[in-house]
C-alpha cells in the first residue's frame, strides 16, 4: 500500500536527468527502495503518476521498470491488483551480483575471501548463540553429507559443493 510510505512520492523523486533518462530514474527509485523510504511490499504509484514525477515518457519508464525488475528490486505484477511492487532482498540477487562482480574483475579474489570471512564470522557467531537443538542436528546431518561426499573424492565435488551450500544457508537462516 503507498500510504504506508515514508515520504509523499513527490519529494522522493524528482525530474530526471537527461543524460540516460531511464538510467537516472533507475537510480532515484533503486535509492529510495535501499534507503528504506519505499518499504518492501510496497507498490510504486502508477505509471502514468510515474511518467509524471519524473518528467519522462511511458516507454522510457518502462525501461527503467525492466531493469529494477532484473535486479530483483521490483516485481511487476499484472492483472487488477498489478503494478510494480518492491521485493525483499534475497541470498540469491546478493550471490549474482558478488558473481557479476568476479567475473567483470571489479574485486579480487583476495577481497572477495576477506568479505566472506568477515560475513562468515558474524553470521556464525550469531548463529552459535541462537541455535536451537534441533539446529544444530540439521548442521550435524548436513556435515556429515559433506565428509560423506569429501571422502569419496572429486567425482563427488559437486555434491560436496551443493551440500557446503546448504551448510552456509542454515547457518544463515539460523543467525
Not at 504506508?4 to 540516460?20: C, G, T
Not at 519524473?54 to 532484473?70: D, K
Not at 569429501?150 to 565435488?157: A, T
Request: charged share 30%.
Amino acid at each position: 500500500n503507498f500510504t504506508s510510505v515514508k515520504q509523499p512520492m513527490k519529494k522522493i523523486f524528482h525530474k530526471a536527468e537527461q543524460k540516460r533518462v531511464y538510467q537516472d530514474v533507475v537510480d532515484q527509485i533503486q535509492t529510495a527502495i535501499l534507503n528504506g523510504e519505499i518499504p518492501r511490499g510496497n507498490k510504486l504509484p502508477a505509471e502514468r503518476h510515474l511518467c509524471e514525477m519524473f518528467q519522462t515518457s511511458r516507454g522510457t519508464l518502462r525501461e527503467a521498470l525492466r531493469i529494477l525488475e532484473q535486479k530483483s528490486l521490483i516485481e511487476i505484477r499484472l492483472g487488477a491488483s498489478g503494478g510494480a511492487y518492491v521485493k525483499d532482498a534475497n541470498a540469491e540477487l546478493i550471490a549474482e551480483n558478488l558473481a557479476m562482480l568476479i567475473q567483470s574483475d571489479a574485486v579480487s579474489l583476495e577481497h572477495l575471501a576477506e568479505f566472506r570471512e568477515g560475513v562468515e564470522g558474524a553470521v556464525s557467531g550469531l548463529a552459535a548463540q541462537r541455535a536451537s537443538a534441533l539446529d544444530c542436528e540439521e548442521l550435524e546431518g548436513l556435515m556429515q553429507d559433506a565428509n560423506k561426499c569429501r571422502e569419496q573424492g572429486i567425482g563427488e565435488w559437486d555434491s560436496f559443493v551443493r551440500v557446503d551450500e546448504k551448510i552456509h544457508q542454515a547457518i544463515a537462516k539460523i543467525a
